[in-house]
Each structure stands twice: as structure tokens, then as C-alpha cells.
């Protein structure tokens, strides 16, 4: 039978005292019953245990210490990241936006390197080694306090589009493992504040599906034109060819004018199946991730605001693109009721395209250059700034729908309301 915790302190008391006077042999029987009362597996632990109890020892005139078996001194152990690694930390979780310890693990190496070269980030070289070798799980550690202390909502607006979606193949979730660089998923956030009467700006979220690279464009409304045009911006801005679209069935990307232009220029255009979000995952998870994150929730109406979400946008791409480390989902095993997921090791897609053997290396040079150029924390400092000014082209929601605004005569997307109904 088992004893508890107290019935051995009493077990080890009555023998104690016999086993220290005991000759060897003896002190072996005494062993022995010891040891099969109690039950401890190891005959030299319970030996250092009836050794130790009660036994005094006078270490100083007038002080005696006496040994006890219910007495155990903490190890004391100096902490390996102590508070300046862990100031240090902090400010480097910051300029990355507070990500999870596993995509800060992966970005610290480059990051610490780029800050401490920009000097942004004045530490010893010994708490840049250690900020280098820091495990995530001991970042996730060190900063849950701090996490707490930074302890907004979503809705789809996607309408469908005509009968010429059936001309579009589906493209299922599950069929994304052969993608290459220039495979894109898109998808339109709205910036309406909570009331979807009226026009108010869209962004367009273009995100590359083999490297994450993530191309957002804000447009006056969801009118096809615009969304066209910011298509061919994107277009012009991706850092490869563009072989792919991928978009929901939406009537502002299902249209003869995109399909037109997509079967001239050898461009692969697929949808989703209708009311399966998860088709367009690999986008969807970033209309939070960076147009949420970065652009918030409030509304948005008119070109000015449009700009000012441009020029945002113009920062967060090379914030996010050559910053901010992801993870990708490589395998999803499900076993009855329990699925397992396991993800790759964060990287950011500057990485990824340098990884990519489609990607040329011409490509790759351009991208390095633009890489040492670039400053973290100066770049986070410049998105909190247009932040700021973006909040005060803020249209305040109330009560009743915003009222839709009448374009200016010279306005370009005039000629497709005049005369009929605006769509």
C-alpha cells in the first residue's frame, strides 16, 4: 500500500534516530524495512533521507541547524534572459506588431539585425546573441504579461454575380498544393462602419498563394470598372508574372470584361464554390490579418479617403511583404473526432520568392536591394502616422443609412451611373 506524504515523515522519523546508530549490517535490515514501508524506488535516495533527518549540526557558536525530511531548499538559478533581453524583446515585438512567439522567433534573426544596423536598437552584443538563440515558447513566456495588457467584427457583402460564372472552373481549398509564384486569391473588404447603405471605399486584397505576398489597393466603391483597374495596378506591382486569379463569385470580378482580359493574356481565372468561404482561405485570412489589422473598422467615403487608404497601404505592403513572418498549413490529418494540423517554419514571402526556384534571380537581386534599404521600426512608425490620418476621414454612422453620394460631373465612374440605376 502506498503511503501518503505525512505517514512517510512519521515512518522516517521512527527510524531515523536507530539507523544512525546502527552498525553497517544492521543499518542494511533497517534499510530493507524501510524501504519496503515506505516504497521508495532508490535505496540511496531513502539512505540520504534517514542520514539527513534530525541530525544536527552546529555551524557557529550558538547555531545549530537540524536536518529535516519535510525541508527543501529552492534552487536558486539565475535566469538566462533576464530584464535586458527582455526590454529589448519587448521593443522588437512591438515593431512587429505583436505577433505570437512562433513568427517572432523566425523573424528576430533578420529583424534584430536590421534595427541594430539602423540603429534603432542599442543593445549589448551578448542580448543580441540571446535575442537571436530565443525559443518561441520562451517569448510567449517572457511577454504574457504584456500580452494581456493589449488584451473589431466582420460581415460578407458579397453579392452574386451573373450566369457567366459557369463559364469560370471551381477551384476547391484543397487544390492549391501545386501553386507556384503568380497564383493570386482576391477578395474586396468593405469599409462601411457597420451600415452597407450608400458607396464607400473597398480594398482590394490580392494575396499571392505559394508566397503569401500580399498586394491591398483601396477603390472608390465595388464597381467593376474599379475593381478592374486596381487589378492592373496589382498586376503591374507584383514582384513575378501573374498567372493566376482566384475570386469569389462576386459580380465585380465576375464579368465579361475580366474574363475578356484574362483569356487575352493567358491568365488562369477559377472561383469559388458559392457560400464556401474556406475556397478563398488563403485571401480571406488576410482581409483580417493585414486590411483589419491595418485599416480598422470605420467607414470610408469619397477619393480623399480612398488616398489616404493608398498611402497606407504603399507602407504596409513592404512592412508586411518583407517583415512579417507566416506560417503555412503542409499537412491536416483528421482521426475521428481530432484533427491535427502542422504548419512550416514562419517566413515572411520576402523569403518564400527567394526560396522559389520559378522566381528569377533578376527578380531576387531587385528584391535584396529593396530589403536593405527598408527600416522595421521606421516603417511601423510611418503606418501608426497615416493611421492617425486616416481616422479623420472616419464618417460617422448613424441611426439611419448614410445617404449614397451623387458623383461630380467630371467624376469617372459618372458614365456608368447616368442615364440608369447605379449598381
Known sequence: M?????????????????????????????????????????????????????????????VILE???????????EPQYGPPVLEALKKVWKVMDYVCGKRLAAALPDTVRQLVRCGELKVHRAVQDKLMRISAATIDRLLASERRKHALRGRSQTKPGTLLKHQIPVRTFSQWNDAEPGFTAMDLVGHDGGSTGGEYCQTLDVTDVSTGW???????????????????????????????????????????????????????????????????????????????????????????????????????????????????????????????????KAQTPYHRILGSPKVPQAVKRQLRRRYATLNPAHLKREIERLQKALLTFTVRVSGTAPVRPKPAANHPWRRFTVGRKAT
Open 2 to 62: 502506498r503511503l501518503t506524504m505525512h505517514e512517510r515523515k512519521t515512518v522516517t522519523k521512527a527510524f531515523s534516530a536507530s539507523y544512525r546508530r546502527a552498525r553497517k549490517k544492521e543499518k542494511g535490515r533497517i534499510l530493507d524495512e524501510f524501504v519496503e514501508r515506505t516504497g521508495y524506488a532508490s535505496r540511496v535516495y531513502a539512505a540520504r533521507v534517514l542520514r539527513g533527518h534530525g541530525r544536527r549540526v552546529e555551524v557557529k557558536p550558538g
Open 67 to 77: 536536518g529535516s525530511v519535510g525541508v527543501r531548499t529552492k534552487r536558486v538559478r
Open 214 to 344: 500580399c498586394e491591398p489597393l483601396a477603390v472608390p466603391t465595388k464597381a467593376q470598372c474599379w475593381v478592374f483597374e486596381a487589378i492592373l495596378e496589382m498586376r503591374q506591382r507584383l514582384p513575378f508574372d501573374l498567372l493566376g486569379i482566384h475570386s469569389d463569385n462576386g459580380g465585380e470580378f465576375i464579368n465579361d470584361q475580366l474574363v475578356k482580359y484574362c483569356r487575352e493574356h493567358a491568365i488562369t481565372f477559377t472561383r469559388s464554390r458559392a457560400a464556401r468561404k474556406n475556397d478563398n482561405c488563403v485571401v480571406e485570412q488576410k482581409n483580417w490579418s493585414v486590411v483589419r489589422r491595418f485599416a480598422g473598422y470605420g467607414r470610408y467615403e469619397g477619393d480623399p479617403a480612398c488616398q489616404a487608404l493608398n498611402d497606407l497601404y504603399a507602407v504596409v505592403r513592404d512592412y508586411v511583404n518583407y517583415c512579417m513572418p507566416s506560417m503555412k498549413l503542409v499537412e491536416k490529418i483528421r482521426e475521428g473526432a481530432r484533427v491535427t494540423k502542422r504548419h512550416d
